[in-house]
């Protein structure tokens, strides 16, 4: 919004100076400006942990994971692991703490990716005095605008690095002024839990955290989520060379994908069961 005032009041005065010659020059300089506002208002994506440690101001605190950020009502709306979901006062709270051993899902608002522990050394970033209308978690898509909050200069470093890795949240905290801290780091979006984990010789952890996650998904209705798990479920047993399993989740991974629509959540799964028919010898 800086931009585009700034800009206008430069093209106001040009249009006083010589109201006829100019009048073209400060329509194109006006529409330059609001193509760069678009631009600068453009949200970060965020990677979300799928459980998180919710601390409370009394001194209380309780595993859940994060399904809508409400700025308008001031809450946050959680699902404890047993399915029973609850909006806590974003007044109530001191601080909310990642599990960094909890998968991560990164949503495009078409498919959803979920990883697991983070075997990088990449630096934590602080993000501080962010307005709570900036931030947004709903429908799963996670992401924060910061136009307003960072130089234009930090932001277009955010920026280089969110379109190569995935900026992943740590930690969030609400301050006395009513806006938000959050903490960040960025992780490589193309390892995935069943690679990090079979890399380390682990596939009992992968299953065992896939099925955690599920369990999620489904208590909260995110079919997406359900899907991408039993897909994820699917290649850690084709990879421990239980075909039978493997397509057992395959399958049900497609059909709620051909249910809600989801053509490119169709296309891997389909991938994927190929690769398993392929294995086994079978066309």
Do not use: C
């Not at 453009?42 to 994971?65: D, Y």
């Not at 001191?94 to 599990?99: E, G, H, N, R, T």
């Not at 898509?141 to 992943?168: C, F, H, M, Q, W």
Request: proline share 2%.
């Amino acid at each position: 919004m800086k931009v585009f005032y700034t800009t206008f009041s430069i093209a106001l005065a040009i249009l006083i100076a010589n109201p006829t010659t100019n009048v073209q020059a400060v329509t194109q300089t006006t529409e330059i400006a609001q193509r760069r506002s678009r631009r600068t208002k453009k949200p970060v994506s965020l990677g979300l942990h799928t459980v998180f440690k919710v601390i409370l101001k009394n001194g209380s605190s309780m595993w859940a994971t994060l399904t809508v950020f409400n700025p308008q009502k001031k809450t946050v709306q959680i699902t404890s692991k047993n399915g029973n979901s609850r909006a806590v006062k974003i007044e109530d709270i001191k601080s909310i703490m990642a599990d960094k051993n909890s998968p991560v899902v990164n949503s495009d608002g078409k498919r959803r990716i979920i990883r697991g522990e983070d075997t990088a050394k990449a630096k934590q970033s602080t993000w501080s005095d962010v307005p709570l209308n900036q931030f947004q978690i709903k429908d799963g898509e996670t992401n924060v605008d910061l136009s307003d909050v960072l130089s234009p200069r930090r932001l277009r470093g955010i920026r280089g690095v969110a379109a190569k890795s995935l900026y992943v949240i740590d930690e969030i905290e609400f301050n006395d002024s009513g806006n938000m801290t959050i903490k960040v780091t960025p992780i490589d979006q193309g390892i995935n839990d069943t690679i990090v984990y079979n890399n380390l010789g682990e596939k009992g952890k992968s299953l065992k955290y896939y099925t955690k996650v599920l369990s999620l998904y489904r208590a909260i209705g995110n079919r997406l989520g359900e899907a991408a798990t039993l897909n994820n479920i699917g290649n850690v047993y084709l990879n421990l060379e239980k075909k039978d399993k493997a397509l057992k989740y395959y399958n049900l991974a497609l059909s709620i994908y051909r249910a809600v629509g989801d053509k490119d959540g169709e296309a891997t799964t389909m991938n994927s069961i190929v690769r398993a028919y392929s294995d086994v010898g079978e066309k």
